[in-house]
């Protein structure tokens, strides 16, 4: 289970600087922890496209950033997801919110977004983790280090 | 008196001091005529409308380098967003809104906000503190220390004529090298 806390503990140990983000309701509750945080900036945008070039900037100039968005967001964001990870072959590391994740494997929602996530996330060729409430900050940090050191993007998808 | 994209970028050219550049579309091979040290970065291939994005990752990076953004109106109106987040997140980030009324390399088409939006109220009313607003090259010229120099964010919005038949910009370099040597650069 993450939670905030554990999260931002898990980010700062990894050594990563800043979190741009559009919360969901799921990573929104992460909100009281990374904005108390003063080694890791919260940086708060208007869309997830932005977010990503942000993150790109960020990379350039010798930071370490993370992405926390929802897979709507990640939808729209398709150009600068292109852009950065395969023009600009930038390391970059997203947190992904599924919505309506479980309840689609249970059957219980007409939310289509369980159904477009994983195909759209394999289109981009992005390298991804589906994290479930099983999963907890340490294997965040494990799925983190790993890309850092094989210096590609990587997404850890969080069912929702 | 009008202000052509050349004589825009000319000014700049005298008042970015070791600012990292970043230029978009049309004004890219021009820049690159002025400029082509390893802070000039050729944002080509690009994700459309997030140069401004890009150059506030810099700038909150970099914040004692800062970073200029030289932006087309088109690829402004591509994410009006941009203004609140680099409003909401101060830094050394300097925003010229080239406006020519046109998406130039695709042909000359107008853009929506031709003629009528108002880049200086938009920046202003998303949180801007410092908008500073040319329609000539004369005020430019004479405006340019001032809006390029103190703490960002600044947007300055820079109305010039059109120049129709423009090509798709090419990269100067591959992309690689473009970070390569962008990166290098600001390790010293």
């Known amino acids: 289970m993450l939670d905030g806390p554990s999260v931002v503990a898990a980010l700062k140990e990894c050594g990563v600087t800043d979190v741009i983000w559009i919360p969901d309701s799921e990573l929104g509750m992460w909100e009281p922890a990374?904005?108390?945080?003063?080694?890791?900036?919260?940086?708060?945008?208007?869309?997830?496209g932005e977010a990503i070039a942000v993150a790109a900037g960020l990379l350039l100039g010798g930071r370490r950033p993370v992405v926390a968005i929802q897979c709507t967001g990640l939808f729209e964001a398709g150009d600068t997801l292109r852009n950065v990870v395969h023009d600009m072959?930038?390391?970059l590391f997203m947190i992904v919110g599924l919505r309506s994740y479980y309840a689609y494997q249970q059957k219980k929602t007409s939310d289509t977004c369980p159904v477009f996530a994983e195909p759209i996330v394999r289109a981009w060729q992005i390298p991804y983790t589906i994290f479930?409430?099983?999963?907890?900050?340490?294997?965040?940090?494990?799925?983190?280090?790993?890309?850092q050191a094989e210096n590609r993007a990587a997404i850890v998808c969080l069912a929702e | 008196m009008t202000m052509t994209l050349r004589e825009a970028l000319e000014v700049l050219a005298a008042h970015r001091g070791q600012r990292?550049?970043?230029t978009t579309m049309s004004p890219i091979a021009p820049w690159r005529e002025l400029s082509d040290t390893p802070l000039d970065f050729a944002y080509i291939?690009?994700?459309m409308g997030q140069a401004p994005a890009l150059g506030l990752g810099l700038a909150l990076a970099r914040p004692e380098r800062g970073a200029i953004v030289v932006n087309g109106d088109g690829c402004m109106l591509m994410n009006l967003g941009s203004l609140v987040s680099i409003a909401h997140n101060p830094a050394n980030l300097y925003l010229l809104i080239i406006d020519n009324g046109h998406y130039e390399?695709?042909?000359g088409q107008p853009t929506a906000g031709a003629g009528h939006a108002d880049f200086a109220g938009l920046a202003h009313a998303a949180g801007i503190q410092r908008v500073y607003?040319?329609?000539?090259?004369?005020t430019w010229r004479t405006g340019a220390a001032e809006a390029l120099s103190g703490t960002g964010p600044v947007a300055i919005w820079l109305k010039v004529e059109a120049k129709m038949g423009q090509k798709t910009p090419s990269p100067p370099q591959p992309m690689?090298?473009?970070?390569?040597?962008?990166?290098?650069?600001?390790r010293t």
């Open chain 2, 105 to 107: 390399v695709t042909g």
């Open chain 1, 132 to 147: 479930d409430r099983g999963h907890t900050a340490s294997d965040l940090s494990q799925v983190y280090r790993q890309a």
């Open chain 2, 133 to 138: 607003s040319f329609d000539n090259v004369q």
């Open chain 2, 176 to 186: 690689g090298e473009q970070i390569a040597r962008l990166r290098e650069a600001l």
């Open chain 1, 89 to 91: 072959k930038l390391p």
């Open chain 2, 20 to 22: 990292i550049v970043i």
């Open chain 1, 34 to 48: 990374l904005s108390s945080n003063a080694e890791l900036r919260l940086i708060r945008v208007c869309r997830e």
């Open chain 2, 45 to 47: 291939p690009s994700a």
